[in-house]
């Protein structure tokens, strides 16, 4: 899967792909397991081989807000206390059983250091990370929640499948009752 | 500048930066004047060497949406456009007189190609935009206008000295009214 999911956007060799491997290490989590837990030092971003994750945010008035979902092939993290290394503000948990490919901070920098193709690839996912953001920031400047609504059913149709109501809502901003009236 | 602006993530030799400057072009703009504009096929992205530009979005029912401003030492462009090389969706306007670098999609392929070490410069600021996109995404889900209006002038004083109040309140998603009664 790894190879696969590298191969998309840059191709390697045998030899390549064995070196880049012994980087990223797998583990098992169950459905509400914490890979990261707020005030927890960031030390690694993941790859979901298989199951489906929650990044949230718990505001000043004990709210909680979903940033994102991360599904098969998506990489997740708190990012900006993985990039500065600092202490997460976000938590993220298992919606179902899951398992990722872990990648630390300081592999990170020593495959980039080591092979600098890897980049590439870096730079591509990275940038389409920050195309799917803005494309949420303008969705929450100017849809309402039903418009939001049919944007993410359109997306990722198998997405909405898995995630249950009560969390889609915090996704979308709205209470679950106003939720129930839209879909 | 657009040495100092490179090495601030990557230290260059003269012959490196010699090479990299060829790959970009100056060009000035009056105040009001468009960079791009909505339906236009998006060649290039900007770097902001003086001045002050605004990326706007224009929804179904003809309301402007500030995605964002950049001032000097920013990049900015329809940044979906640019790297699906499609046709712009956002229209980016001078604030203020303007003096940019161009760099086009076209170039910017060519320099990663001839000069692989570039491609970590993109990588981090591609990385920082996505970790400025999310702190907006969140600030959007968590925060009121009042909130988000602190939170940009504790991020960017200068800026907000330059911006004309109607401007910021379509950034924020406010009407110049509610504006008015927070600021």
């Known amino acids: 899967m790894l190879r696969d999911h590298i191969e998309k956007i840059l191709p390697l060799t045998d030899e390549e792909f064995s070196f880049v491997q012994t980087f990223f290490t797998t583990r098992k989590y169950k459905k509400h397991q914490y890979l990261i837990q707020e005030g927890d ?10 199951g489906l994750l929650k990044l949230v945010y718990n505001d000043d008035n004990d709210k909680d807000h979903i940033v994102s979902f991360a599904m098969e092939d998506w990489w997740e993290s708190d990012y900006y206390a993985f990039y500065t290394q600092s202490q997460a503000t976000m938590s993220l948990t298992c919606i179902e059983d899951t398992e990722v490919y872990c990648f630390s901070f300081e592999n990170y920098k020593k495959l980039c250091a080591a092979l600098p193709k890897m980049e590439r690839f870096f730079l591509q996912k990275s940038t389409f990370g920050f195309l799917a953001a803005q494309r949420r920031i303008l969705s929450l400047l100017t849809s309402n929640a039903k418009e939001r609504y049919e944007q ?5 149709p198998s997405l ?24």
Chains 1, 2 share one sequence.
């Open 152 to 156: 993410l059913l359109k997306q990722h």
């Open 41 to 50: 030092e960031v030390k690694n971003c993941y790859l979901v081989i298989s």
């Open 160 to 183: 909405l499948q898995r995630v249950p109501k009560s969390l889609l809502a915090k996704y979308l901003g709205v209470s679950r009752e106003t939720l129930s009236r839209l879909v």
